[in-house]
DNA sequence: ATTTACATGTAAGACGTTACATGATTCT
DNA sequence: AGAATCATGTAACGTCTTACATGTAAAT
């Protein structure tokens, strides 16, 4: 169901077709929140259009739909959203891989660590940028939810690369 | 295929049966790496026994039995593990929730991150229990993996702890 | 004796991946 | 004209969930 949830609060952010929808995964969400196909996303716009919880608003130049979230998928987003739903389900690859290092050799482990400090400082270089563009269209006003959220990503890889140095200095020593 | 190899490494970890797995996997494995099932399970180890990835060792009581994993599975899971695979997948429903925040109101926004500050620290302390545990099978030798390992769970949700309540402050200042 | 925990499994349906199919519009 | 990008979709296959079925051994 969370690909459901994940489509409507994109939706609900701002209106897109099936396409942008896609490209939008490949940001932020997909890359660290939820992972989703092109064709996957496709029927389930679908499928939430059927049930009334996001609508056609426009359609364009190559038979392109967008989509915005109805008064009904904002109220399903609030509910999923609030309910306090404890067991969440993870699945990250990236994370069994590092929760597996005790199956390598030292040496193996070393390479593993090394590869898994420069990817985590990619990502955090890369939300960097990203995080400057959403900033810099803020005023002085209030702290917008978004930053909060960009904040979170930036976090969690530099947790990643602070511990993947810190584990490499514990095997060298 | 993640599954396969998180259950290649659990039995590369220590030999164990079905149920056993299914319960290790309710451990920092199926919290924070990859989740599973126990139907999910049975049927996975019966194929990677039936490749010769893993061999039944023992047969106990309450038909129980007992695998280790083979040199075939080692060899697998040590490539599995080094090989450099980039853009690994990603599902953590309670990030898609956190992700989605900015789709509530402030009060809304509120009782999550409260919620989330409390699970968080909940998970903390249970795994500082865990690793208590751990820690204390050691003596004065070289850092074991494990540690290094369990300390990736701690900051883990030490840092969604300290995100959560700084995104509070931040709403409430 | 009854309950709890151990132990393994299957079947139906939902969800997700890979690969392919099709065509429109823009850019060079 | 040709290539790249935009745009939507389907079919086959693999993975995961939910719910059920079955029986054994230990604990109270």
Chains 1, 2 share one sequence.
Request: net charge negative; aromatic share 8%; proline share 5%.
């Amino acid at each position: 169901m969370s690909l459901r949830y994940a489509l409507l609060g994109l939706l609900s952010q701002e209106a897109g077709s099936g396409y942008q929808l896609a490209r939008r995964f490949e940001g932020g969400m997909g890359r660290y929140a939820w992972h989703a196909q092109q064709s996957q996303i496709y029927p389930e716009v679908n499928r939430l259009a059927a049930d009334g919880l996001v609508s056609v608003v426009d359609e364009g130049p190559r038979h392109r739909r967008t989509y915005a979230i109805t008064p009904a998928g904002r109220e399903q987003l609030r509910r999923w959203l609030t309910d306090p739903d404890d067991t969440p389900i993870v699945r990250n690859e990236q994370i069994l891989r590092l929760f597996l290092l005790p199956c390598l050799d030292r040496e193996d482990a070393r390479a593993v660590l090394r590869h898994q400090a420069a990817a985590s400082l990619r990502e955090l270089e890369a939300l960097h940028a990203t995080v400057g563009e959403v900033g810099s269209g803020t005023g002085g006003g209030p702290v917008p939810v978004d930053l909060l959220v960009a904040e979170l990503g930036l976090r969690y890889f530099q947790h990643l690369h602070e511990w993947s140095l810190w584990a490499l200095e514990q095997l060298d020593g």
